[in-house]
């Protein structure tokens, strides 16, 4: 197993931090794109994102090939820093993982606050449409950067395309070949986000969460698409913080 620093940035690391937030980034994406919530939120706040290998400073390691490692590596590489409350936020894939990371931690006796599950269906719902993992390039990058932000540029960078194609393909085929455990419910609370206008998951099947946990669940949705919460990031802070103090209080 990988060293734990390999997996996980903290871009403004606290002593004594109040809550850790720990971040999963979506399919194709890395650490870097929660750096900026490490000024949004308060000092007693630590952000810590979570850098899949395959990318930026881990480009040479071979991206990881099915959930049940990729889960296992990042509950192991998230145990050091478990003194301290937490709260576990995924984003498209980094939803679906984080799932999977909370089905750990319970078992070991270190569950979460609640889990944030941003932009996904939930990991039962019935999956439709040809892989795009086994498709040409073209093709496969023409089935994501419908979803907008930042899947829509990257055609416009042949440097950057030609960098993070073999993340996003490996991410793709990771999630199009996940199978979760039948009904395997995790006990910690559960808030999922939804873009109103997300071309990819509709605000129904990010209600679906609340089938994913046996404890308290919301739904929160905010104007946008599958990226909401770029153009909303003080408003979905604000309420990830409002939820972890309910579940303290």
């Not at 894939?93 to 599950?117: I, K, N, Q, S, W």
């Not at 496969?140 to 073999?166: H, I, K, N, Q, S």
């Not at 605000?203 to 153009?231: M, N, S, Y």
């Amino acid at each position: 197993m990988l060293h734990s620093t390999r997996w996980l940035k903290r871009y403004r690391a606290s002593d004594a931090p109040r809550l850790r937030l720990f971040c999963l980034p979506h399919g194709g994406g890395t650490a870097a794109f929660f750096r900026s919530w490490a000024e949004a939120l308060p000092a007693e706040v630590e952000p810590v994102a979570v850098q899949y290998p395959g990318r930026q400073d881990r480009l040479a390691e071979s991206c990881v090939a099915d959930m049940d490692t990729l889960a296992d590596a990042v509950a192991e590489a998230l145990a050091p820093l478990l003194d301290t409350p937490f709260a576990l936020f995924g984003h498209s894939m980094g939803a679906t993982v984080g799932y999977e990371v909370t089905r750990r931690l319970e078992d070991r006796g270190t569950p979460p606050l609640r889990l944030f599950a941003s932009g996904q269906a939930t990991p039962f719902a019935e999956r439709t449409g040809r892989p795009l993992h086994h498709e040409d390039d073209a093709t496969m990058l023409a089935g994501v950067r419908g979803l907008g932000g930042a899947y829509e540029t990257l055609a416009d960078d042949p440097d950057l395309l030609e960098v993070v194609l073999p993340s996003l393909r490996a991410d793709l085929r990771l999630m199009e070949t996940y199978r979760p455990t039948p009904g395997a419910r995790v006990g910690t609370p559960v808030t999922a986000y939804a873009g109103e206008t997300d071309p990819g998951v509709t605000v129904a099947q990010a209600a679906a969460w609340r089938e994913a946990t046996t404890g308290d669940f919301a739904l929160r949705t905010f104007p946008g698409g599958h990226f909401f919460l770029t153009e909303h990031q003080q408003e979905l802070l604000a309420d990830i913080l409002d939820s972890v103090s309910a579940n303290r209080s």
